[in-house]
């Protein structure tokens, strides 16, 4: 009987250092770049960026969860501007706020999710204009404190935030593309 609580001891024990080990070995922070061309003007596809009424039209949440719940506070498109939501299905809450505008050329983005669990993760945008289109670059960041850096690594975290930022930056394109190729047709 001693041998075997002996046994369990010492696994707890190496369980134990083990994950200790881990937590402080796995990065705590978690940045995804994406570029994506988009056929359309740098002006209207930096107003579906910056003007918060035009984000669930690309919104790869608002896909997931179509009756999520939003809305939008301070000067739209502006340094303050707020969108917050609440999702149904998906059951998340939080808002995200403009930081920083440069221009037409860059926008920076902190979000501040509540629900399911507590991220401040931000996204940043960097417009170039190329061969009759937009290079779209999306920088995303945030912060994973031990021991979630450790449950993020294993639940391949960076992945999945990688695989919404992709399906996110394709509806801006269609969205973008769309629009721009309606007001061709309209002059």
């Avoid at 917050?84 to 050329?105: A, H, M, P, T, Y």
């Avoid at 629900?115 to 960041?141: H, I, K, M, W």
């Avoid at 975290?157 to 992709?166: D, F, R, V, Y």
Wanted: hydrophobic share 40%; proline share 4%; net charge positive.
């Amino acid at each position: 009987m001693m041998k075997v609580v002996k046994i369990i001891g010492i696994a707890l024990g190496v369980i134990t250092i083990s994950g200790v080990i881990l937590a402080l070995v796995v990065p705590k922070r978690i940045s995804v770049t994406h570029t994506q061309f988009i056929k359309a003007s740098k002006q209207e596809v930096f107003d579906q960026l910056r003007f918060m009424k035009n984000f669930p039209n690309w919104s790869p949440f608002k896909v997931q969860d179509p009756e999520q719940k939003f809305a939008i506070s301070g000067n739209d498109g502006h340094v303050g501007a707020t969108f917050s939501w609440e999702g149904v299905k998906e059951k998340s809450k939080g808002l995200q706020k403009i930081v920083e505008l440069k221009g037409n050329d860059y926008l920076k983005i902190n979000c501040d999710i509540t629900v399911p669990f507590q991220s401040n993760p931000s996204f940043a945008y960097q417009l170039r204009e190329v061969n009759g289109g937009v290079e779209l670059t999306q920088y995303f960041d945030t912060e994973m404190p031990v021991p979630a850096n450790v449950f993020g690594m294993l639940m391949g975290l960076k992945t999945e935030i990688s695989n919404i930022n992709k399906q996110g930056l394709n509806l801006l394109k269609k969205v973008s593309e769309q629009n721009s190729t309606a007001a061709l047709h309209i002059n």
